[in-house]
């Protein structure tokens, strides 16, 4: 086929489907087709970006930019604040008039007679996204954004640039001009405004680059200020003056077409040399930084709040901080004398305490690392360390089973070398020392891990199991077995955890749900979290707890705690440490952790000591390695309490008092229990014996 003869032949068939496709579009009525479906599509996209406009909580915007989150301690004291992208907010009346005249003859110079966004920008921005589409891109790369817009990115959305972005930005730009005026708009505007180098704010700006309150600014500083807008980086005059300078001028310039400048005072302006002034202070709220984290961690998790939300959207936040007690705390992880030496390779020893108030469950203080080593919202292992509890758990996982099983606090326990189970599981005792047979407070005191696994084994690993879920610690089915009674979990726990566990001892058994935050308000006022009424839980009888009390003041006194014993207070706890796998030191201990645990009525405090890495281990210098640490934070902590009293004695003083100590409740109870036992035994003989005469009986007649 000829060319001549193709073309013919697309021409007639061409012809024939138009004059086919015209007959159609006339018969259906198909343009009415497609202007319902684009009219619905349009409706359909309205009605959403009106709901995200209306639900984005623009009446609380300016509070919300204008405050700061603020934290309050239990009392109800400013303790600290949280931001990022604020700075030292100031009203209009104390802004320069030449900072909004360079900013508007710059960003935005319809500012006063547009209703949130500029139709001619949104044009400009329809044909960029076209442009960018037929270039295989996505985004629109510039502008057409007003004053309102800017803000609305900034307050609202993400710095993305998309269509679906911008129409969002478009719609809830409306909203804030139904709810501010202009003026408060600016203000905003520029009070949020980001200047390079980490500084927002317009008087923050002032004072960074140029040593002046924003009510100072002269026409160059302004005209420098709002040309650093669209780049703060890159335009900003203390790393960039010649770029400042340049774009200082061409700001200068739209100023004169803008008719705010003669062009005499733009010529003049703009020979000005470019002369910085720092004059800036940063002035950081973030009193206490492994509290104040655990804190927007909290909120996060438990509460649905984001980061950004919290740092920015000047919120109220009360805690249950105490900061005596706190800074007590702080104090002593400052003190590089109760901690071991540096390792060859500088490599620091770490630590983490909490401490909680068990009336309420409040965390009154918490450090999860050493000075210097924080990093914002980092590894924080007061809430977040998983590491073995070692012996610290025994009073949960076998002395409280235990009583509560008809076993006293001077009931006789095995203390010796021996196996369980197929595996020969034979645990050992920290000195390698053993007594035969000891009364089980003595036991606990001397932390016995032959007489604690001895002791599961009669009561039952179940039993065991049961009871440290029931303080709060999750187990896994690897940890029902008898090295339980040692700590040996498959997961570990935190000082968190163990703290808690134990406010159950403090508060005559009862358990309440741990927790840093009480009680939240956003920028209005309004309660948005009320954390006034926490959960509790009775984990034992209070009869329970305070023989477990009892026994514990012992590990205190005269048991493996003494070194960490505050002078002049009686504390209740546990220590422990766990086993390293790397060879033994020269002093014949190799340790990855150690745990202090002690408690008065009023305060619980868990202290954790060891390395981060397994590469190195405790065990070479004694009360440098946690026992010191402790020791200081409990003599600091207690006097900032009601100092309430326990109410009992030590378990070795009760029985030291008896004349007998066979002879004692406790003895008497074992023979009762044993005696009751025997008789139990012959009723069930005899019965069985009886039924068997009857059966005969019957059968016989």
Not at 380 to 388: G, I, Y
Request: hydrophobic residues 35%; aromatic residues 10%.
């Amino acid at each position: 086929m000829k060319d001549s003869e193709f073309k013919e032949w697309i021409r007639d068939k061409w012809g024939r489907f138009k004059t086919w496709f015209k007959a159609k579009w006339h018969r259906y009525q198909i343009w009415k087709w497609l202007l319902i479906a684009f009219l619905s599509v349009f409706l359909m996209v309205s009605v959403r970006l009106v709901f995200i406009a209306k639900t984005a909580h623009v009446s609380d915007l300016k509070a919300r930019l204008e405050q700061t989150t603020e934290i309050y301690d239990a009392s109800g004291k400013k303790a600290g604040s949280l931001y990022s992208q604020k700075g030292t907010w100031v009203p209009l009346s104390k802004i320069s008039q030449n900072m909004p005249n360079a900013v508007l003859s710059t960003e935005d110079r319809n500012f006063y007679h547009e209703y949130g966004f500029s139709v001619k920008g949104i044009a400009r921005s329809v044909v960029l996204l076209i442009r960018n589409r037929l270039m295989g891109e996505s985004t629109i790369s510039s502008g057409g954004s007003t004053i309102t817009q800017q803000l609305v990115k900034n307050a609202f959305l993400s710095q993305q640039q998309t269509f679906s972005r911008k129409a969002k930005e478009i719609f809830i730009a409306m909203q804030v001009e139904n709810t501010y005026s202009k003026n408060e708009i600016l203000t905003m505007y520029l009070n949020n405004a980001y200047f390079g180098n980490g500084v927002w704010g317009v008087e923050d700006a002032a004072e960074r680059y140029f040593g002046v309150h924003a009510s100072q600014l002269t026409v160059p500083e302004a005209a420098t200020l709002a040309g650093m807008l669209t780049n703060p980086n890159g335009f900003n005059p203390a790393d960039h003056p010649k770029a400042s300078r340049d774009r200082r001028n061409l700001v200068l310039q739209f100023m004169y077409e803008n008719k705010k400048l003669t062009k005499s005072e733009m010529k003049q302006y703009q020979a000005t040399p470019m002369v910085t002034h720092d004059n800036y202070t940063y002035h950081s709220g973030y009193n206490y930084p492994y509290y104040f984290d655990a804190v927007i961690s909290e909120a996060i998790n438990r509460y649905g709040l984001t980061e950004k939300d919290i740092m920015n959207g000047g919120y109220k936040i009360y805690t249950s901080l105490n900061q005596s007690q706190q800074k007590v705390m702080q104090n002593a992880f400052e003190d590089q004398a109760l901690f071991p030496p540096a390792q060859p390779d500088e490599t620091e020893a770490q630590a983490a305490s909490i401490a909680i108030d068990p009336d309420n469950g409040g965390v009154t203080a918490l450090v999860g690392g050493r000075p210097g080593t924080h990093v914002f919202r980092g590894y924080n292992r007061a809430t977040q360390l998983v590491r073995s509890p070692g012996s610290t758990i025994k009073p949960l996982a076998v002395y409280t089973p235990a009583l509560e099983n008809g076993w006293h606090y001077d009931s006789m326990v095995e203390d010796k070398l021996q196996s369980y189970g197929s595996n020969h599981y034979t645990p050992q005792n920290w000195n390698d020392q053993y007594a035969g047979k000891i009364p089980m407070y003595e036991a606990l005191a001397l932390s016995k891990n032959t007489s604690a696994v001895w002791l599961l084994n009669k009561i039952g690993v179940q039993k065991g199991y049961d009871s440290v879920e029931k303080f709060g610690i999750k187990l896994t089915k690897a940890d029902d077995n008898l090295s339980l009674a040692l700590g040996g979990l498959e997961k570990g726990v935190s000082p968190y955890q163990m703290a808690s566990a134990y406010t159950a001892f403090a508060n005559n058994g009862v358990r309440y749900e741990p927790h840093l935050i009480t009680k939240i308000e956003d920028a209005s006022g309004k309660v948005i979290v009320d954390n006034t009424h926490i959960k509790h839980k009775r984990i034992m009888s209070k009869k329970i707890a305070k023989e477990m009390t009892s026994m514990m003041i012992d590990v205190y006194k005269d048991g493996t705690g003494v070194s960490a014993a505050p002078s002049g207070y009686t504390i209740a706890g546990k220590t422990g440490s766990t086993q390293s796998t790397d060879d033994i030191n020269q002093n014949g201990t190799a340790e990855d952790d150690h745990w202090f645990i002690g408690y008065t009525p009023d305060v619980v405090v868990a202290t954790w000591m060891g390395y981060d890495s397994d590469k190195y281990n405790l065990g070479e210098y004694g009360a440098n390695e946690g026992s010191g640490l402790f020791k200081a934070e409990m003599q600091g902590i207690i006097p900032t309490t009601n100092e309430t009293s326990f109410g009992v004695q030590a378990a070795s003083t009760l029985a030291n008092e008896s004349s007998n100590p066979g002879s004692s409740a406790s003895g008497l109870w074992d023979n009762i229990k044993e005696n009751g036992q025997n008789i139990g035994n012959t009723i069930k003989q005899k019965a069985s014996q009886w039924k068997q005469q009857i059966e005969n009986f019957i059968n016989n007649h």
